[in-house]
T-cell receptor
Framework: GAGVSQSPSNKVTEKGKDVELRCDPI?????LYWYRQSLGQGLEFLIY????????KSGLPSDRFSAERTGGSVSTLTIQRTQQEDSAVYLC?????????????FGAGTRLSVL | QQQVKQSPQSLIVQKGGISIINCAYE??????FPWYQQFPGKGPALLIA?????SEKKEGRFTISFNKSAKQFSLHIMDSQPGDSATYFC????????????FGKGTKLSVIP
């Protein structure tokens, strides 16, 4: 596929469990972003990867959140010991590493529900 | 601290009318202002974007107006159609650092026939 792919599309988990969300960016896009969209809120930046540079983790809300990007492509966002307030749609975006870097292409997101 | 304030939260417009969504920002380092359109169950998609060296940008029925001194920008949708019904987000970034986008909270637009 040509777009950003995220899986699963929906995830229901119990409070206290760990979850992993996956993002497959557009081929050739070296920049990758994770955002969180809560009901009635805008998109909240979580983390940014660019090539082999150290990721910008400034948006991660707590140390329960982490992300990695293997081989400069696929990324996994991990939430440990999930809480009910973690329920949201988690969106991944990718972009080119040029002046066009500001055009971020989004996946459809993973809807996380913590019971 | 919300750096991009968007209004209104929701908007109902009749088919053929003009939809106007406003945003205001605080960070004077912002130099790129995109608008994203999101349909239910989909990720946001870039609609149109502007840089502060111009005061207006038009693409088809969509126009961004930008007022640098007031730190405000707006989206105008001319001849609004039911297919335009979606949530619209304004955003901004500084083009430096990680290029993360700072988003407004969104406007849910409903265009009624």
């Amino acid at each position: 596929g040509a777009g950003v792919s995220q899986s699963p599309s929906n995830k229901v988990t119990e409070k206290g469990k760990d979850v992993e969300l996956r993002c497959d960016p557009i081929s050739g896009h070296t920049a990758l972003y994770w955002y969180r969209q809560s009901l009635g809120q805008g998109l909240e930046f979580l983390i940014y990867f660019q090539g082999n540079s150290a990721p910008d983790k400034s948006g991660l809300p707590s140390d329960r959140f982490s992300a990695e990007r293997t081989g400069g492509s696929v990324s996994t966002l991990t939430i440990q010991r999930t809480q009910q307030e973690d329920s949201a749609v988690y969106l991944c975006a990718s972009s080119l590493p040029t002046i066009a870097k500001n055009i971020q292409y989004f996946g459809a997101g993973t809807r996380l529900s913590v019971l | 601290q919300q750096q991009v304030k968007q209004s209104p939260q929701s908007l109902i417009v009749q088919k053929g009318g003009i939809s106007i969504i406003n945003c205001a920002y605080e960070n004077t380092a912002f130099d790129y202002f995109p608008w994203y359109q999101q349909f239910p169950g989909k990720g946001p998609a870039l609609l149109i974007a502007i840089r502060p060296d111009v005061s207006e940008k038009k693409e088809g029925r969509f126009t961004i107006s930008f007022n640098k001194s007031a730190k405000q920008f707006s989206l105008h949708i001319m001849d609004s159609q039911p297919g335009d019904s979606a949530t619209y987000f304004c955003a901004a970034n500084s083009g430096a650092g990680s290029y993360q986008l700072t988003f407004g909270k969104g406007t849910k637009l409903s265009v009624i026939p």
